[in-house]
């Protein structure tokens, strides 16, 4: 028998993951669209990148997270804020838990095909990402009027992932060059004629590195990533779930302002990386104190047949 009340069932956390810290670009998204809802966001930084590893290490470790948040943080959905892990699992994470509410992302490539004056957009993802069934499909569907422009971008999420704690010239430099040579490969950027007006962030962890991207493409180019409608849809999905947490009544909430609800009650960030990692991501790009972080108590299920 399920003795969970509704309301209670509604106060549960959405789940967010990510082969990192890359997902924090949608989380961010998500307390933005709701306000009210509590998050646990897990990296899975010991074992990112997932964009050059194979399908069948993707959809294990997916997986996996999928049933410890599930288990251990009781998740009424789960934001899958990774494009290759979508790529590669959501099909196969519908199948076994059928009654998860789930929301993927992928690379924004109808939003492009629609806005592009050019008619030419750049899409960077990673390799996983680029060579799924799911990626080809979408640009074929939506590759009518518009010319995609495609790289895949070996090294970039990891660099990023690097960066959190290796502050400093050498990795600054580094995800520098890869922007420069893979916006390179793409081709000609800008408004006139057969350039590329758009580029479509095609992976969660580009959201960080914009700034380099700007510097290397001008104002003039629109940079495209999929956090807000994200944030959306999952919003439209837990409404028609009926399962969106609303605020409680002011009397029932302990003489205490909104200011010191501290982030932590609302959200917890966990890795299976390092715990510094984390932190520096959290409070670099979010904001966050190190208090809402820790290390995931989850087996370390590294698929040994692959
Ligand atoms: N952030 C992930 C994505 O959106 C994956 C990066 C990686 O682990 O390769 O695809």
Request: charged residues 15%; hydrophobic residues 45%.
């Given at each position: ?125 990673t390799r996983g990402t680029v060579e799924s069934r799911r990626f080809k499909k979408l640009v074929q569907e939506h590759g009518q009027q518009v010319q995609f422009h495609v790289q895949a971008c070996d090294g970039l999420a990891r660099a990023i992932e690097h ?86 009544p002011a009397a029932q909430i302990a003489p205490r302002s909104v200011q010191a609800l501290g982030a932590s009650e609302h959200l917890q960030l966990i890795t299976t990386g390092s715990l510094a ?30």
């Open positions: 028998m399920n003795t969970r009340s509704p309301l209670l069932f509604a106060a549960s956390p959405i789940g967010v993951f990510d082969s990192g810290i890359g997902g924090l670009s949608v989380l961010q998204a998500l307390r933005h669209e709701l306000p009210h809802e509590h998050f646990v966001y897990l990296a899975d930084s010991a074992h990112a990148p997932y964009g050059e590893r194979g399908d069948a290490f993707v959809q294990a470790r997916t997986l996996a997270i999928a049933q410890y948040l599930r288990a251990q943080h009781g998740i009424k959905a789960l934001v899958i804020a990774c494009n290759t892990a979508t790529a590669a699992a959501v099909d196969l994470l519908r199948a076994e838990l059928p009654d998860l509410l789930l929301i993927g992302v992928e690379p924004a490539i109808k939003p492009a095909a629609l806005s592009s004056q050019t008619q030419h957009v750049g899409v960077m993802a960066s959190t704690l290796q502050e400093g010239d050498v990795v600054t430099t580094e995800i520098a060059a890869l922007c420069r040579d893979y916006t390179t490969a793409l081709g000609r950027f800008g408004l006139k004629t057969g350039e590329m007006d758009t580029l479509v962030l095609g992976c969660t962890h580009y959201v960080f590195v914009k700034d380099e991207l700007r510097v290397l493409l001008g104002l003039d180019v629109q940079l495209i990533d999929t956090g807000a409608p994200v944030a959306r849809q999952t919003r439209r999905l837990l409404e028609r779930a009926q399962l969106l947490n609303h605020p409680q990692a984390l932190q520096a991501a959290a409070a670099r790009w979010l904001d966050l104190p190190a208090s809402c972080c820790t290390v995931a108590a989850m087996p370390a299920v590294v698929p040994s047949a692959i």
